[in-house]
C-alpha cells in the first residue's frame, strides 16, 4: 500500500510544507506583497505603527480561524474520498449549540465541549447519506446545509427569542495582553486551531491511519484488497471532519459574540474549502490558505477602523476580496492542484 | 381500428401509471416531512392538528390567501427552472440568488430611467435589461467551469456573495442607486415600466388595493415551464444540454462542443433566475415597486429544493414550487393560530425545517425507499462530485 502512495506522495512532496506551497505559486505571495504595500505605505502614515501591526497580526489570527479549522475539516474528509459541502451546516450547528448548551448550563466550558458533536452528529448523517445510502455527496451536503440552517433558526427562536430567554454567554479566555493600554486578544480556538494543524499533519502522513485514509481516497479497490476496512475509514473520518467543523462554529459564538445569530457563519465554511483546495488538501497547505484569507478579512475590519464609513467603494473591494480570491484559486490560475483520486465517489464492494 | 384504440388505450394506461409511479416517491417523502415536523411541533408543545390547520388556512383560506400564494409561486417557478437548466447539463447552480440580485437591481436601474416612456417601450426594456444583466451574471461561472473547471458549487456561492456585496453597496448609505430617503433600497421604478397585478391594483395609476399581489409574471412563468420542457425535450440545443450533463466525455466524442454548452445553460439559467428578479421588482406590489438589500435572500436554496421535489421535470416544477410558496405563505398563519396559552409561539422558521426534511427525502429517496421498502428502478442520474479544480 506504502507503494501505491508512493506516485501520489511523490507530486505532494513539495506541497507538504509551506515553503514548497509558497514556491510552486508565486501568484499569492504577489498578491499578498501587493497588500502587504498598502499596509506598510500604512504603517508610516500611521502615528503608531506598532499597534497597528500588532492588531492586524491578532486579527489576521483570528479571522483565519475558523476557516483554518474548516479546510482541516474538508482534508480528513476528502482524503477519505468523501466530498464534504456541509462544513458550512456544521460550524452553524457547532455555533448554535455551543451557545445553547453555554447559555442554558451558565457554563461555557460545557456548551464549549458539546459544540464539536453538534458537527459530529450532522456528519454522521452526511456519512449515513453518501457512504450507506450512496447519495450524491453534494447534494447531501447542500441539504445537511439547509437542515443546519432551518434547524438553528428553528431552535433560537424556539428556546430564545420566542421565550424571552437570555441567549448570552461569556466569551471563551485566550492569550491577553496590553500595547500602550490597547488590549490585544489571541482566543482559545485560535490557539486550539494552530496547534490542530501540526497534528492533522502529523496524523495524515507519518500515521498508518493517515496512510489507510489516503490510500483509501485515491484508491479504495486497491485499499479494500490490501485490508484496509473502507467504510470504516470513510466514516471515521467524515466524523472527524463534523467534529472540527463543529469546533470551528464555537470560534463564532463563545470566542468572538458570545451569542448566536442567523446564519453567524455567513459562507466560512465554503471559503474554508476553497482554502482547502488552495492548499493541495494538507493541512499545512490549508492554513498558508486560510491565513491568506484572514488576512483579507482582517485588513477589510483595518481598513474600515481606519477610514471609517467614508470609503464604501473600498469596503466593497476588500470586502470581497476573499470571495474573489477564492474563486480564482478554483481556477487554477494559482497551478493545477490534484484532488484525491476517488473523492466524490462512493464505494461499494461487488 | 379496434386494435389501434387498444394499442392507443393501453398506451393512456401505462402513461397514467408510469406518472403515478412517479408521484409516489414526492408524495411520500412530503407526507414523511410532515410527520416528522409533527413530531418536532410535539415536541416543542404545541398542537400539530391546530399548526397544520394554519398552515392551511393561511395558504389557501380565501381568494386573496390563495393570490397571495400564487403570486408567491411566480418568482420560485423562475429560479427553479434556472436550476432545472443547469442540472440538465449536469451544473449545480446555486447561484440562482445572485443571478436573481444582479437581475432585480439591473431592472430597477433601468426602471428608474425609462420609466417615462409609454408602457409597451418601458416594459420590454426593463425586463430585458434584468435578463440580460441576470444571464451575463450566469455566465461567469458557466465560463469558469467550461474554461478553467473550476467547480459551479463554490463559484456560485462566491457569486451570491460579491452580488450581494455589490447591491448593498449601490443601495447602501450614499450609494449610487440608494434612496436617501429609505434605507437600502432604490428609488421606485416609473410608473409605466410597471407590470399590472391580475386583480384589483393597477400599478400604472397606483390605485386599487394591494392585497392581491398576483401579477401577470406568473402566467409567463408558466408558459416557460412548458417553453423549457419543448426546448429540453424536442430541441437540438436541449439533446446536447441534457448529453452533456450525463457523459460530458461521451457528449465530446459525439462531436458537442462541451465548453459552448455549460455556458448556455449557465446563461440561459442566469437569465432565468434574473427575469425572476425583474419581475418582482415591476410586478410585486407589496415590495413597492424599488429593489431593496434584502430582496432575492433565500431563493437559491429554496429553489435547488425544489427543482430537486419537481425531479428537474420544468413542468413539474410549477406544483413543486406551489408546495414551497404555499409553506411560506402559510407560515405566519401558523405561528399565529398555535399561540400557546402563556404567549409562546410556534416559530415560523420551522417550515424551513419541514422543507428540508423535504428535500432529504426526494434527493435522497434511496432513505425513502428503504424506510417503504420500494424497489430501486434505473433512471438516469447525473452524477455532481466531480472534483474541485479539476478539468476533464
Redesign the interface.
Known sequence: MAQLMADREEKLDSSRSMGGWLRNSRWPVIGLGILLLIFIWRLIASPQPVKDLLSLVTQTLAFATPITLGALSGTFSERSGV?N?AIEGMMLSGAFFGTLVGALTGNIWLGFVVAPFAGVALALIHAV?SIY????????G??I???A???T??L???IF???RRNAETELLPGIKFNLDSSPFTIGLVSLLAIGLVFVSHYVLFYTSWGLRTRAVGENPKAADTAGVNVFLVRYVNVLVSGFLAGLAGTYFSLQVTGSFRENMTN?TG?IA??AM?FGRWTPLGSWGAALLFGFCQALDSALQSWYG?TL??L??IT??LP??V??I?????FG????PAA???PYSKQ | MSVASLSSENTLVRRLRDLAQQLVLPILGIFTALVLGAV?ILI?GFDPLKAYGGLWEGAFGDFEKINNTLGATTPYIFTTLAVILAFKAGL?N?GAEGQFKIGAITAAWMGINVGGAPFFIAVPITVAAGCLAGALWGAIPGA?KA?????E???T???N??AS??TG?LV????PLSNPSKMTTTFPIGQNARIPTVVGYDGATGTGSTDNPLHWGFFLALLLCGLLYWLLEKTPLGFEIRTVGLNPSAARYAGISVKRVLIIAMSGAGLLAGLSGTLEVTGNPNFNYHFFGSLGNGYG?NS??IA?LAKNNPLAAIPAALLFAALQSGANRMQFVSQAADG??????????????V??FI??D??LR?LYRIKLEQKE?I?????????E
Open positions: 466530498v459541502i447519506l445510502f450512496k447519495v450524491d455527496q453534494i447534494i447531501s447542500t441539504v446545509n439547509i437542515f440552517f432551518g434547524l433558526s428553528y433560537l427562536s424556539l427569542s420566542s421565550a459562507g465554503f474549502l476553497a483546495i464609513q464604501d467603494w469596503h466593497l470586502q470581497s470571495y474573489v477564492t474563486i484559486v478554483l481556477t487554477g490560475f493545477r492542484s490534484r484532488p473523492v466524490g465517489q | 418536532v416543542s449545480f446555486i469558469l474554461f478553467s473547471g473550476a467547480h458549487v463554490i463559484t456561492i462566491m457569486l456573495y460579491i456585496f455589490i453597496y447602501g448609505n450614499g450609494g436554496f435547488i429544493a430537486l409562546r409561539q410556534l416559530p415560523s422558521d420551522l417550515i424551513s425545517m419541514i422543507q428540508a426534511l428535500i432529504i434527493a435522497a434511496q432513505v428503504w442520474q452524477t455532481l462530485s466531480r472534483g474541485w479544480g479539476k478539468v
